[in-house]
Every structure is written in structure tokens, then in C-alpha cells.
T-cell receptor
Framework: DAMVIQNPRYQVTQFGKPVTLSCSQT?????MYWYQQKSSQAPKLLFHYYDKDFNNEADTPDNFQSRRPNTSFCFLDIRSPGLGDAAMYLCATSMRGGETQYFGPGTRLLVL | GDSVTQMEGPVTLSEEAFLTINCTYTATGYPSLFWYVQYPGEGLQLLLKATKADDKGSNKGFEATYRKETTSFHLEKGSVQVSDSAVYFC??????????????FGQGTILTVHP
């Protein structure tokens, strides 16, 4: 089945230690999104790629970076995680902007 | 930017009760409207959508109608089941421009259905 895959499902890192979360898709969608969802809150968009074009949300901290080496993969890099970065990170894809977004299962990040 | 006001929860119902979760939004242009559902420990799943005024989205017994005049997209189900217990998010999608369909989520409504 075509899908959005996120690895790992759970990630534990230390305060200040860089961490990378990965997302892959078999849908061949043009757009890939990264959302941060803190406990009992709505998902908040961090950034997205339309093909190779990167679009950062204005309030996304510089600590968060992203890479999309090809259509299928997209990475979220947190350069120096703080305790406040502990959250669920959701990857989503869509064929074009404004169309249905398909979400992966998420990676839950714990910062010690 | 877009914003969403979603009915506060938690909502607790008995099985077979009628469900309404209100959602109103502000947006520029004509957004597509979505309801997503999130089961515990999982990502979001599309529940239903509507892309233009007066469209009705439906899935698994849930329905919502795109009301442009009241900028609303209320979710309804005639008879809920225990398996419907989840968090429900209303989300308009940015109509275009450089936002590439950014979803603006409501705060989510926790639904618990008891047998």
C-alpha cells in the first residue's frame, strides 16, 4: 500500500545533542510537510517542501532544519534540542497544495 | 492568516447518541475544509473533506457541510460508537499562493464514547 513512513516511532535524545527524524513516502507526492504537535495541542506546521522548494514558517525556530534529498525522503534535523522540543513530530504529504494531506504515524521525541 | 474556532471538549457521549462538533473558520479566498481524526498514539487520518461551498463531505457515518455564508464546517454523526473515541481536528487549507495548502488546525475536540 502507498503510504507515509516515519522512523523511528520513538526517539530519545539528550539536551543539546543533534537528532534527525526521517520521513519517506511511496505516494510520489510533490509536497512534504513537517508538523510539531505538543501534548494535547493541535499540530503546528514547521515547514514544507514543494518539490525542492523549501518554505519555512515565520515562527519556526532556527534550531529546526529540513532536507529533502529526493522525492521520497524528507528529514527533520534539530540541531540542539531543548526540553521544550519534546513533542510528536508528524510528516505529511500531498500531491499539490490545497489537496488532502496524508500523515505518517509520527515520531515521539523525548529530550532528557 | 487563517484561524479556526473549534468546539471545546472533552465531549462524552453514550453509544448511539448524536454527535455535533462545531467548527468555524476565517480564511482568505475559498479554502478546502477538512476534518482529521487522531486515535491515541497515532498520526492524523483524513475523516472527510469538502472543497467548495455547499459540498457535503461524508465518511463512516460522519458528515459535514461547507457553509460559506456562516464560514462553518460542523461535524455530525447520527449514532456514535465506542470506536469513534478519538480527537477530532477541523482544518481549512490555505487556498494557494505560497502556502501550498497549509492546514490550520483547530485546537481539537476529544470525544469519548461509553458503552
Amino acid at each position: 500500500d502507498a503510504m507515509v513512513i516515519q522512523n523511528p516511532r520513538y526517539q530519545v535524545t539528550q539536551f543539546g545533542k543533534p537528532v534527525t527524524l526521517s520521513c519517506s513516502q511511496t505516494l510520489n507526492h510533490n509536497v512534504m510537510y513537517w508538523y510539531q504537535q505538543k501534548s494535547s495541542q493541535a499540530p503546528k506546521l514547521l515547514f514544507h517542501y514543494y518539490d525542492k522548494d523549501f518554505n519555512n514558517e515565520a515562527d519556526t525556530p532556527d534550531n529546526f532544519q529540513s532536507r529533502r534529498p529526493n522525492t521520497s525522503f524528507c528529514f527533520l534535523d534539530i540541531r540542539s534540542p531543548g526540553l521544550g522540543d519534546a513533542a510528536m513530530y508528524l510528516c505529511a504529504t500531498s500531491m499539490r497544495g490545497g489537496e488532502t494531506q496524508y500523515f505518517g504515524p509520527g515520531t515521539r521525541l523525548l529530550v532528557l | 492568516g487563517d484561524s479556526v474556532t473549534q468546539m471545546e471538549g472533552p465531549v462524552t457521549l453514550s453509544e448511539e447518541a448524536f454527535l455535533t462538533i462545531n467548527c468555524t473558520y476565517t480564511a482568505t479566498g475559498y479554502p478546502s475544509l477538512f476534518w482529521y481524526v487522531q486515535y491515541p498514539g497515532e498520526g492524523l487520518q483524513l475523516l472527510l473533506k469538502a472543497t467548495k461551498a455547499d459540498d457535503k463531505g461524508s465518511n463512516k457515518g460522519f458528515e459535514a457541510t461547507y457553509r460559506k455564508e456562516t464560514t462553518s464546517f460542523h461535524l455530525e454523526k447520527g449514532s456514535v460508537q465506542v470506536s469513534d473515541s478519538a480527537v477530532y481536528f477541523c482544518a481549512p487549507s490555505d487556498a494557494g499562493g505560497t502556502s501550498y495548502g497549509k492546514l490550520t488546525f483547530g485546537q481539537g475536540t476529544i470525544l469519548t464514547v461509553h458503552p
